[in-house]
T-cell receptor
Framework: AQKVTQAQTEISVVEKEDVTLDCVYE???????LFWYKQPPSGELVFLIR??????QNEISGRYSWNFQKSTSSFNFTITASQVVDSAVYFC?????????????FGTGTRLLVSP | DVKVTQSSRYLVKRTGEKVFLECVQD?????MFWYRQDPGLGLRLIYF???????EKGDIPEGYSVSREKKERFSLILESASTNQTSMYLC???????????FGPGTRLTVL
């Protein structure tokens, strides 16, 4: 069965600190996708990244970077030089591959508080 | 831009009332989803639909039903609202061959 674990319930940092949000997943499939979504106080989930199981290359997008390691079943998310606008709840999610409908399984989320 | 809209941001209902939550998407997506979000539990799938008039149960369908009469609209129905259905409800949509889901702003429902 699919499972996503985000062990960090809440993280508080001061602006400009780097912060890493952990995500550990479980799946029996060899083909799967991993996602990160951001949920700001407004409530709408915003897509950040999708990674398929065959692409272990790390990704960097501005201050955001993602580290995908199949050996440890982890897909961690790092924010460099955090800003107050990064304050949000971040969700990691897993979707098993295949055609047609793919269900997303979400972790419980990590609330990030960035103070000035 | 993909747009998923939900009929209300906040809703207050009384126990036993019939409640309709509406979701509309403008990207011609075949797949639509309803989730509820609760603290410490993340998002849990209630129902989904992969085509007009088609629906499938998710992980927590009890106490809910859905309706999809048109491709762009997916309704979540609480036949007889109960206090344990107080939650944030999120709608999402996607293309069938693409598992990236686009989310609406959510409806925070309080059942008194």
């Amino acid at each position: 069965a699919q499972k996503v674990t985000q062990a960090q319930t809440e993280i508080s940092v001061v602006e400009k600190e780097d912060v890493t949000l952990d995500c550990v997943y479980e799946t029996r499939d060899t083909t799967y996708y991993l996602f990160w979504y951001k949920q700001p106080p407004s409530g709408e989930l915003v897509f950040l990244i999708r990674r398929n199981s065959f692409d272990e290359q790390n990704e960097i997008s501005g201050r955001y970077s993602w580290n995908f390691q199949k050996s440890t079943s982890s897909f961690n998310f790092t924010i460099t030089a955090s800003q107050v606008v990064d304050s949000a709840v971040y969700f990691c999610a897993l979707s098993e591959g295949g055609t047609g409908f793919q269900k997303l399984v979400f972790g419980t989320g990590t609330r990030l508080l960035v103070s000035p | 831009d993909v747009k998923v809209t939900q009929s209300s941001r906040y809703l207050v209902k009384r126990t036993g009332e019939k409640v309709f939550l509406e979701c509309v998407q403008d990207m011609d997506h075949e797949n639509m989803f309803w989730y509820r979000q609760d603290p410490g539990l993340g998002l849990r799938l209630i129902y989904f639909s992969y085509d007009v008039k088609m629906k499938e149960k998710g992980d927590i369908p009890e106490g809910y039903s859905v309706s999809r009469e048109k491709k762009e609209r997916f309704s979540l129905i609480l036949e007889s609202a109960s206090t344990n259905q107080t939650s944030m409800y999120l709608c999402a949509s996607s293309f069938p061959a693409d598992n990236e889901q686009f989310f609406g702003p959510g409806t925070r429902l309080t059942v008194l």
